[in-house]
Structure formats: C-alpha cells, structure tokens
C-alpha cells in the first residue's frame, strides 16, 4: 500500500502562482509513476503532468509552459509549480502514484482545492 498526503492548494488570482507538494509513503520502489490530475466541478478527472523515478515528464497541452512537475526521490515526493494560473485551471487536484510492482494499480491523495478567480 502507499499513502499519500498532499498540500499547497488555495485561492488565487489569475496570473498568480500556486505550488503542490505530494508526500508518498509505504511500499515505495523505483520505477514508479508519480503525478498530479485534476477535476473540476462537472467534468471528468484528467491528467495534469506525470513525471516516472527516472525524471522523464508528460504534460496536458492545457498546462504546457506554465505548470512545471519535478520530484525528489530522497523525499518520495513530487512537486507542482503553477504559474500563470487561468480561471479554468480551478478544481480538485489529486496526487496519483503508479508503482512498478503493480501495472493496474494505483494510488490517490484526498485531493487538494485549487480556486483561480478572475
């Protein structure tokens, strides 16, 4: 099993910056998947940026050039930067982590607020 504990969300202007931190625990190995999705109200959860143990990254279109995932292996932890934050930006945003000892399997935080007003 793997816990995760998220942090960093909140309320902020547009053009403004937020930074998510995810902190995952238990059966943690290399080879894994760390990344953050998010949903807002009405619409489906959709990925935001993944980023593997070996550092390789994938970005929604939607996010490219503004929003920067990194990781720190030593701290299993994986981290957020939004920058130039849009009002459609706003939702529920969700630390998932695949682990490489389980293809299907996968693990979400309780999902952190983010409100961007205009």
């Known amino acids: 099993q793997v816990q995760l504990v998220e942090s960093g969300g909140g309320l902020v202007q547009a053009g403004g910056s937020l930074r998510l931190s995810c902190a995952a625990s238990?059966?943690?190995?290399?080879?894994?998947?760390m990344g953050w999705y998010r949903q807002a109200p009405g619409k489906q959860r959709e990925l935001v940026a993944d980023?593997?143990?070996?550092?390789?990254?994938a970005y929604a279109d939607s996010v490219k050039g503004r929003f920067t995932i990194s990781r720190d292996n030593a701290k299993n932890t994986v981290y957020l930067l939004m920058n130039s934050l849009k009002p459609e930006d706003t939702g529920v945003y969700y630390c998932?982590?695949?682990?490489?000892?389980?293809?299907?399997?996968?693990?979400w935080g309780q999902g952190t607020q983010v409100t961007v007003s205009s």
């Open positions: 238990g059966s943690i190995f290399s080879g894994n998947v």
């Open positions: 998932n982590f695949r682990p490489a000892w389980c293809s299907p399997c996968q693990f």
């Open positions: 980023v593997t143990s070996g550092g390789a990254t």
